[in-house]
T-cell receptor
Framework: AQSVTQPDIHITVSEGASLELRCNYSYGATPYLFWYVQSPGQGLQLLLKYFSGDTLVQGIKGFEAEFKRSQSSFNLRKPSVHWSDAAEYFCAVGARSNFGNEKLTFGTGTRLTIIP | EAGVTQFPSHSVIEKGQTVTLRCDPISGHDNLYWYRRVMGKEIKFLLHFVKESKQDESGMPNNRFLAERTGGTYSTLKVQPAELEDSGVYFC????????????FGPGTRLTVT
């Protein structure tokens, strides 16, 4: 069965500083990988996804993530955070199947706090 | 296009009562999913509809939970009778079933069982 680990429950960074959120997954083959963000009072918004091809993927709001097969990781990065990035971030893995549209398995989330 | 909508946004009920949550997916999305997040834990899959058929209901906790999807459009998730451990945020998501297989999430329904 697939699983996702987000080792950091809470991270605090200063506005303008760089950010890296860690995500490790367990899956027998190459999975679909996603990062979602949930701002206070909002639903889950897709930041970026990896299906195949280039292992460095760009997303919305200036985020990027790199798929590293050897490390089973899909870490999320941003070079300079803004106060509006304060939210909870979820890494998720989706199984590959003939349907290509299977359930997602989520990590426990990382809450990001931005200080001025 | 309108996003995934869920109703109600928040529900507070007593143990033993019944609650029905509703999800309206994005128009044209054949795939509809229910997920739940219990306080402090990960978001967990409950079930997956393709049109009106249940494709995967392996995540449903027990037979107190009943999901339906009428005519392949909106879906309801009924909890009867509710228990304290059912409290959490229930998310609905939908997707087209074609690449890139993105699931679009609704804002969630916060269920509190007292």
């Amino acid at each position: 069965a697939q699983s996702v680990t987000q080792p950091d429950i809470h991270i605090t960074v200063s506005e303008g500083a760089s950010l890296e959120l860690r995500c490790n997954y367990s899956y027998g083959a190459t999975p679909y990988l996603f990062w979602y963000v949930q701002s206070p009072g909002q639903g889950l918004q897709l930041l970026l996804k990896y299906f195949s091809g280039d292992t460095l993927v760009q997303g919305i709001k200036g985020f990027e993530a790199e798929f590293k097969r050897s490390q089973s990781s899909f870490n999320l990065r941003k070079p300079s955070v803004h106060w509006s990035d304060a939210a909870e971030y979820f890494c998720a893995v989706g199984a590959r199947s003939n349907f290509g549209n299977e359930k997602l398995t989520f990590g426990t989330g990382t809450r990001l706090t931005i200080i001025p | 296009e309108a996003g995934v909508t869920q109703f109600p946004s928040h529900s507070v009920i007593e143990k033993g009562q019944t609650v029905t949550l509703r999800c309206d997916p994005i128009s044209g999305h054949d795939n509809l999913y229910w997920y739940r997040r219990v306080m402090g834990k990960e978001i967990k899959f409950l079930l997956h509809f393709v049109k009106e058929s249940k494709q995967d209901e392996s995540g449903m906790p027990n037979n107190r939970f009943l999901a339906e999807r009428t005519g392949g459009t909106y879906s309801t998730l009924k909890v009867q009778p509710a228990e304290l451990e059912d409290s959490g945020v229930y998310f609905c998501a939908s997707s087209r079933g074609l690449p890139p297989y993105e699931q679009y999430f609704g804002p969630g329904t916060r269920l509190t069982v007292t």
